[in-house]
């Protein structure tokens, strides 16, 4: 986005990373997409640093233990996910302490 132009504010057209789909979908959908559409107007690319930049940026996620994401998306949706407030509440409450705490001396120079 260049300065001074607003954002797209289409549906979906900016998606959270997680709920993008993978690069073999966008591929499919970029495909289906050019081939629905005549090539009329300016072209637009994906250079290679952002396509590298993008992929090292999806290795950051590879600790996700996908299993345990799966067997949660099947708990909410067969309605039998349970909330633990209690430690959520916990938790917030701890990392809201850890945030108020000083972080040690401060150098001027």
């Known amino acids: 986005m260049k300065i001074g132009q607003s954002p797209d504010t289409t549906p979906g057209?900016?998606?959270?990373?997680?709920?993008?789909?993978?690069?073999?979908?966008?591929?499919?959908?970029?495909?289906?997409?050019?081939?629905?559409?005549?090539?009329?107007?300016?072209?637009?690319?994906?250079?290679?640093?952002?396509?590298?930049l993008e992929t090292s940026r999806r290795a950051d996620f590879g600790d996700i233990d996908q299993v345990k994401v799966d067997e949660i998306k099947a708990a909410i949706a067969s309605g039998t996910y349970k909330v633990d407030a209690e430690a959520i509440a916990d938790r917030m409450l701890a990392n809201a302490e850890e945030m108020l705490q000083p972080k040690g001396p401060v150098s001027n120079g």
């Open 13 to 52: 057209a900016m998606a959270p990373a997680a709920k993008r789909p993978g690069p073999e979908l966008e591929a499919a959908a970029q495909a289906k997409s050019a081939a629905a559409k005549p090539a009329a107007g300016p072209s637009v690319s994906v250079s290679t640093l952002s396509r590298t």
